[in-house]
């Protein structure tokens, strides 16, 4: 069997299985979720054991500490991706769900029923949790769905999908619902790319080469965010010591994420008491510091910024600093940089929050908060798909009802269009 049949296959297995999990009742999905959570809490020795031999490959290749703990698998993590699971189950069921319905003058009444999508593929690098994350958001929202991980993760995601997958069987759901190409070769995203009979729609999460790739070959629609280069602003009527808690997280506590912030711009006003003691914070948690001329006046050995630094998404310890001159500065920086991700105002002024609110256009745009908290899982959802910056259909984190799609159901007495 080549290649390409073998995913042919796939892809048409869990098409059939999308029509009848389609069909299937909140109870069954969530039975389901319930053994997925507890298979995979029950199996999490034998997935940390797997998950240490892409570690071990991940090292051997060079891979960064960045992103070898993106890759990294232990207790912790798996009871994180069990709550997940959890907290999906225990979400409102977004299928049949009417949103609403009206009454013509004809007497024909219509609404908007929410239905799945579908088959979903999803092509991603490096995470295996998105693995549990996605399965999990598709299966309850009564979609199939097309894995794709990426071959630093190979080990750790088969051991997951195989926990999964027995947990459907349990269920009494097809396990198809739920599938996989265990090749590690690329030419597995091409054929997908082009199965546009049988997919309905691709969400690619990795870097921006990948998600470029996906978009540029794809025949299938795409949901997908670029890059994250995310942006703080600390406004002149901000509160320091707010302004330096939220800066500190937002680059640090996990820097090689989307949401993470990539250049942090300050107003000229606050600049001398502020830059200083950010600068040398930020320099104790290991960050690099390349700044504009008035950052490098402020704060000695700080390296000079690049025009390419303020597009750059770093995915690593590494901040891009500029002072502005005020809000609108600001905005105009964020608009012209920016990725449409995630960006934040620190001020007390309300008025000034509320402009930054309304005129940044990103996904998430935050007035005193970290822009790490753009997940589904802090946003509620239970957990997230992917983050789309796209204008149609979705944006921001995606979660249960953006995994719908509605038609409209037209109740009739009789009537006919003269």
């Known amino acids: 069997m080549t290649l390409k049949t073998l995913v042919l296959k796939r892809v048409k297995d869990a098409k059939i299985a999308s029509r009848i999990l389609a069909k299937a009742s909140t109870r069954t999905k969530n039975n389901a979720l319930e053994k997925m959570a507890s298979n995979l809490k029950g199996k ?11 570690i071990k490959a991940a090292r051997a290749a060079g891979l960064s500490k960045v992103m070898v703990d993106r890759l990294s698998l232990d207790k912790k993590r798996i009871e994180e991706m069990t709550a997940s699971i959890d907290a999906v189950s225990r979400l409102k069921d977004p299928c049949g769900v009417i949103d609403k319905m009206w009454k013509r003058p004809n007497g024909l009444i219509i609404g908007k ?12 690098e490096s995470r295996p949790n998105v693995t549990s994350d996605c399965a999990a958001l598709c299966i309850k929202s009564g979609n199939a769905v097309m894995l794709k991980g990426g071959k630093e993760s190979i080990n750790s995601n088969l051991a997951i999908y195989k ?3 027995d947990a459907l069987k349990e269920s009494g759901l097809p396990v198809d619902c739920i599938s996989m190409v265990e090749s590690v070769d690329r030419k597995v995203v091409t054929h997908l790319l082009e199965m546009d009979d049988y997919l309905d729609l691709i969400i690619p ?25 995310c942006h703080v602003y600390v406004d002149k009527e901000a509160n320091l010591k707010k302004a330096l808690k939220i800066c500190i997280n937002a680059k640090v506590q996990r820097p090689g994420v989307c949401n993470a912030m990539e250049t ?6 606050l600049a001398k008491d502020f830059l200083p003691k950010a600068i040398e914070a930020l320099r104790q948690e290991g960050v690099e510091i390349r700044g504009c001329n008035r950052t490098r006046e402020l704060a000695d050995n700080v390296k000079k910024a690049k025009e390419s630094d303020w597009y750059e998404e770093f995915l690593d310890l590494i901040l891009a600093v500029k002072v502005v001159k005020d809000v609108d500065d600001a905005i105009e920086h964020i608009s012209k940089y920016g990725s449409g991700h995630s960006d934040s105002i620190v001020t007390e002024n309300y008025n000034i929050s509320l402009k930054f609110l309304k005129e940044v ?16 899982y802090q946003f ?12 149609i259909h979705a944006r921001g984190p995606m979660a249960l009802k953006e995994l719908t799609i509605y038609k409209y159901i037209i109740f009739g007495n009789g009537q006919i269009r003269k």
């Open 44 to 54: 999490a020795g034998t997935i940390i054991r797997e998950n240490k031999k892409d």
């Open 264 to 269: 942090l711009l300050v107003h000229r006003a």
């Open 380 to 391: 509620g959802f239970g957990a997230e798909i992917g983050i789309s910056t796209d204008k």
């Open 113 to 124: 029923m929410r239905i799945p999508i579908g088959l979903i593929g999803i092509i991603y």
């Open 205 to 229: 999460r990795g870097g921006e080469a990948l998600i470029r790739m996906v978009t540029d070959k794809s025949k299938i629609p795409v949901i997908k965010h670029y890059k994250g280069v």
């Open 163 to 165: 926990v999964l997958r």
């Open 361 to 376: 256009d990103s996904a998430c745009v935050y007035a005193n908060a970290s822009t790490r908290f753009t997940d589904g």
